[in-house]
């Protein structure tokens, strides 16, 4: 690994929906100076300039393929290479499955990296429900509430909570199923990584300047 290699450190956040990791990696990148790395921007960003990666992802998106793991890494690879990627970077969005996580590591070994610690944002199901399920929309303006965290008041443009209405992903059944996805998919990578020695698990059920404390001293427990 070269001296400015030696430095970066890669970070990969875990957890269900709802459990804050997109939130938690914005702040941590930049109390850190990590790059979030989210694989959606990411995406976007190669499709937009029509990059040949981006072209070549869009082969599969435009006939409704998922894009294979080697062109995904490819654009990981690409993205962390350039000069603000230098410190590390907190990924966001990827590894899914094993099967990616396997590819990844294979990934960054040969060019000599690694990932240093997996952190695990850790919230029970009824939690994640009552996050999700509580989120309403008001009809006419469009604000976003919460029915416990931030309902309507007197000083809401909606406040006789008339037109309130709850998006279909957010509904008890589709809340399961997302569950349930994560359960098959990306619960396994929770093993993998602790069988690695590389897990950390933080309580995401905290308020998030805990959250965000504790992820901070598991990635300070990695670099010092």
Do not use: W
């Not at 109390?31 to 960003?45: I, P, V, W, Y």
């Not at 070549?56 to 490819?74: F, H, N, Q, W």
């Not at 990924?91 to 695990?120: H, M, N």
């Not at 059944?173 to 602790?194: C, F, G, H, K, M």
């Amino acid at each position: 690994m070269s001296q400015t290699d030696a430095a970066a450190l890669y970070v990969i956040l875990l957890g269900p929906p709802g459990a804050g990791k997109g939130t938690q990696a914005v702040q941590t990148a930049a109390a850190t100076g990590l790059l979030h790395l989210s694989t959606g921007d990411m995406f976007r960003e190669h499709l937009r300039n029509g990059t040949d990666l981006g072209n070549l992802a869009k082969t599969y998106m435009d006939r409704g393929e998922l894009v294979p793991d080697d062109v995904t890494i490819s654009m990981l690879l690409e993205r962390i290479a350039r000069s603000d990627a230098q410190a590390g970077c907190l990924f966001d969005g990827f590894p899914r499955t094993v099967e990616q996580a396997q590819a990844l590591d294979d990934a960054l070994s040969a060019q000599d990296d690694e990932i240093a610690v997996t952190v695990l944002i850790d919230v029970s199901n009824d939690e994640i429900t009552r996050r999700l399920g509580g989120r309403v929309s008001c009809a006419d303006c469009g604000s976003v509430f919460h029915n416990i965290f931030n309902p309507p008041d007197e000083s809401s443009p909606c406040c006789d909570n008339v037109n309130m209405i709850q998006r279909d992903d957010d509904k008890p059944e589709a809340i399961a199923n997302r569950l349930q996805v994560y359960a098959d998919q990306t619960e396994p990578l929770v093993a993998y990584y602790s069988n690695a020695g590389k897990l950390s698990t933080v309580n995401g059920e905290q308020p998030p300047a805990a959250v965000g404390d504790d992820l901070l001293e598991a990635l300070q427990a990695v670099s010092s």
